[in-house]
């Protein structure tokens, strides 16, 4: 078991102050560094890079760049995204799994996806999913008042059960018994251990093909997923009806150009990419921010407040979720802290001067959203929980690529307000029904898994209001 460092705090004055990995005061030695990057980046990176903005590391041959700073976010993302291609590296995590679907597509076959996609995606298909939201909470809820008094709960275990739900509902139209959250569950946190970290054959550039051995356990759960699309797709077929569901418009969907579709293997990877991006990312925002407001029970009484003035005992509607900005606060500040997707990589495909950053085609970029997000000279208290610098009087003094839980720039979240949408009513509706407490117990241990997972899950108390 690892020093997670200092434990959490309460200051009245400063709000309080969440548990995290204690960056390591000085760099640690290669072979140090590198072993303890496969366990987790966060025990690597060191105090310094939470106060100055850039460092490069000489690595076989190419450079690698951490980045933290949002000039250099909004050029890598923004101005110059022509120049970054998501990198060999991510590819290489996702892609068992995700294949060519939308996440890890590139060029024209990422263009043609993304068109497809995006009506699911607009405002007004997001409004009519808020039901399935709340319905999804209200079973969480029923499940949690169920389990034994007394004795804590994982809620990170109850989130991704909940997201998992909706994922489910909204993309196929209801239960999949390839989808049930057992299973799901089991394959991804396969995946993620087997193969959501650095490889470190891929550190020493060896190539793909050489064996992996401890990399079975993620491909068989890969297949497992892909196979449990294929039938989703069958099913569907099957039943010979058009449905506007997220799988519905994919199918349906024609390039305006060519007025090709997208293939069976195209819409196996969607299916996969989308219930996997869409739900352990907002399980994950929903069990830091059930964590922080445990610890700060100030946050929760005007939560409480919030829900009851909007929507009384009434389900949690679409205009019901606009109503409410405060929970719309406490989320965005949980990712602040604890950024679901803590760390975007890029690679350059052609030498480019980025300001005094001189960097050679082939180089890789670390946009390091976690560091960033609890940095210094952009944050006043950085590590204190604080959900009012997202409020509308307080807000304007941030800049635009300060805060990026979504990333940035053309290949931004295509689920983002998807995601607002539904941690909101999912958030509103649990606090409405139970109160959440801390464990004085439990150590909150970020780590780096393509996701950012809590080792050992979230436990805290909870009691029905
Ligand atoms: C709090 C929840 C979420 C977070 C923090 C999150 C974060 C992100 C980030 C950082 C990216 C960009 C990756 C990159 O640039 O390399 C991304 C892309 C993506 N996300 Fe999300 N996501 C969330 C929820 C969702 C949901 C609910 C869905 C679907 C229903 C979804 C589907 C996707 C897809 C398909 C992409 C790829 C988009 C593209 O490349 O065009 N995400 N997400």
Not at 2 to 11: E, F, Y
Not at 115 to 140: H, K, M, Q
Not at 275 to 283: R, Y
Not at 332 to 361: F, H, N, Q, S
């Amino acid at each position: 078991m690892h020093d997670t460092g200092a434990p959490p705090s309460i200051d009245t004055a400063r709000g309080f102050v969440p548990e995290t990995i204690t960056p390591p005061e000085r760099p640690l030695g290669l072979v140090r560094g590198l072993l303890q990057m496969v366990d987790n980046p966060l025990r690597v990176w060191p105090r310094a890079m939470y106060e100055n903005p850039y460092h490069g590391v000489r690595w076989l041959g190419r450079t690698f760049h951490y980045m933290r700073s949002p000039d250099h976010m909004k050029a890598i993302f923004l101005d110059h995204v022509d120049v970054f291609e998501k990198s060999p590296f991510q590819r290489r995590l996702v892609q068992p799994a995700t294949g060519d679907g939308l996440l890890s597509a590139v060029g024209e076959h990422w263009k043609f996806q993304r068109r497809a996609a995006s009506p699911a995606f607009r405002i007004d298909a997001l409004r009519a999913l808020v039901p399935a939201f709340s319905s999804s909470a209200s079973a969480t809820v029923g499940r949690i008042r169920a389990a034994p008094a007394g004795a804590p709960v994982d809620v990170m275990g109850e989130m991704q059960h909940a997201t998992l739900d909706v994922i489910v509902e909204t993309m196929l139209g209801g239960e999949d018994p390839g989808f049930r959250y057992d299973r799901v569950s089991q394959s991804v946190s396969d995946y993620m251990e087997s193969m959501g970290h650095p490889d470190m054959l891929d550190m020493f550039g060896a190539p793909h093909w050489l064996p992996r051995p401890w990399a079975q356990k993620g491909r068989r759960a890969a297949a497992g997923l892909k196979q449990a699309a294929v039938n989703a797709l069958e099913r569907r077929r099957a039943a010979g009806e058009d449905r506007n569901d997220l799988l519905g418009l994919l199918m349906a969907a024609r390039d305006p150009e060519t007025g090709r579709g997208l293939s069976d293997i195209e819409l196996r990877d969607n299916i996969v990419t989308f219930i996997g991006a869409g739900h352990e990312t907002t399980a994950l925002a929903l069990t830091y921010s059930l964590y922080l407001i445990a610890n700060a029970p100030e946050v929760q009484d005007r939560l409480l407040a919030e829900v009851r003035a909007v929507a009384g005992d009434a389900p949690v509607d679409a205009g019901m979720v606009e109503a409410m900005p405060f929970h719309e606060q406490v989320i965005k500040e949980a990712m602040r802290l604890y950024p679901p997707v803590a760390l975007i990589d890029r690679m350059a495909t052609r030498d480019i001067r980025l300001g005094d950053i001189e960097m050679k085609k082939g180089d890789l970029v670390f946009a390091l959203i976690y560091v960033m997000h609890r940095h210094k000279l952009l944050w006043d208290r950085p590590e204190a929980f604080d959900p009012d610098r997202f409020s509308a009087d307080r807000s304007g003094g941030l800049q635009r690529f300060q805060y990026m839980p979504f990333g940035a720039g053309p290949r931004i979240c295509i689920g983002m307000k998807f995601a607002y949408m539904e941690a909101v009513a999912i958030l509103a509706t649990l606090v409405r029904a139970l109160r959440f407490l801390p464990n004085p117990d439990f150590r909150v241990a970020p780590n780096i898994r393509i996701t950012l997972r809590p080792e050992g899950g979230m436990k805290l108390f909870v009691e029905p209001r």
